[in-house]
T-cell receptor, first 120, second 112 residues
Framework: GAVVSQHPSWVICKSGTSVKIECRSL??????MFWYRQFPKQSLMLMAT?????????EQGVEKDKFLINHASLTLSTLTVTSAHPEDSSFYIC????????????????FGPGTRLTVL | DAKTTQPPSMDCAEGRAANLPCNHS???????VYWYRQIHSQGPQYIIH???NNETNEMASLIITEDRKSSTLILPHATLRDTAVYYC?????????????FGPGTSLSVIP
């Protein structure tokens, strides 16, 4: 149990376009989802926290109008990178918190496999 | 979350035990020590966590000092697949409000 998936696993887009990344909790309900970004040879940086049905909370320095987060259901959150530029190229990782008896770890965070974004 | 200090990198011979240290001198009484690892180009993977007692699971052992100011993650028989960045994180854990904040971690290289 406690599987988190991301789609796509990698994406290449042209500068100026928007890209949507999906994060799904496959076997549990995620009341909270987190989005991280990781540049090469660096650690993961938390971008934002989203709770189902409410607006996301962004970390300091993260542009909320550029990184749109939607958490419309208990199993799906999306991150849209709007008007992407080459400096947005990064590894984006989501994690989901929730669960219960099925996961054996109520309120723990489970991480997705990541999405590699390359903006040309 | 309390801050942790880890060596930036370590080497370990394949088949030997890998001992990864972590200092967390400002840990609070209700904070757990968590370990995650990230294999290149993958999402982080939970390894183990503990409060004050030593813990063991199928992946690793966690030794926490009596004063809880430091801990050691032990991979008993390291393999090449254990090459990864290992993150030691202290957090309240399992609550509805905490979140995992990553530091730089330790890059472990398992050498044939």
């Amino acid at each position: 149990g406690a599987v988190v998936s991301q789609h796509p696993s990698w994406v290449i887009c042209k500068s100026g376009t928007s890209v949507k990344i999906e994060c799904r909790s496959l076997d549990f309900q995620a009341t909270t989802m987190f989005w991280y970004r990781q540049f090469p040879k660096q650690s993961l940086m938390l971008m934002a926290t989203s709770n189902e049905g409410s607006k996301a909370t962004y970390e300091q320095g993260v542009e909320k109008d550029k990184f749109l987060i939607n958490h419309a259901s208990l199993t799906l959150s999306t991150l849209t990178v709007t008007s992407a530029h080459p400096e947005d190229s990064s590894f984006y990782i989501c994690s989901a918190r929730g669960g219960g008896a099925s996961t054996g770890s109520y309120n723990e965070q489970f991480f997705g496999p990541g999405t590699r974004l390359t903006v040309l | 979350d309390a801050k942790t200090t880890q060596p930036p990198s370590m080497d370990c011979a394949e088949g030997r035990a890998a001992n990864l240290p972590c200092n967390h001198s400002t840990i609070s009484g209700n904070e757990y020590v968590y370990w995650y690892r990230q294999i290149h180009s993958q999402g982080p993977q939970y390894i183990i966590h503990g409060l004050k007692n030593n813990e063991t699971n199928e992946m690793a052992s966690l030794i926490i000092t009596e004063d809880r100011k430091s801990s050691t993650l032990i991979l008993p028989h390291a393999t090449l697949r254990d090459t990864a960045v290992y993150y030691c994180i202290v957090r309240v854990g399992g609550t509805s409000y905490d979140k995992v904040i990553f530091g730089p971690g330790t890059s472990l290289s398992v050498i044939p």
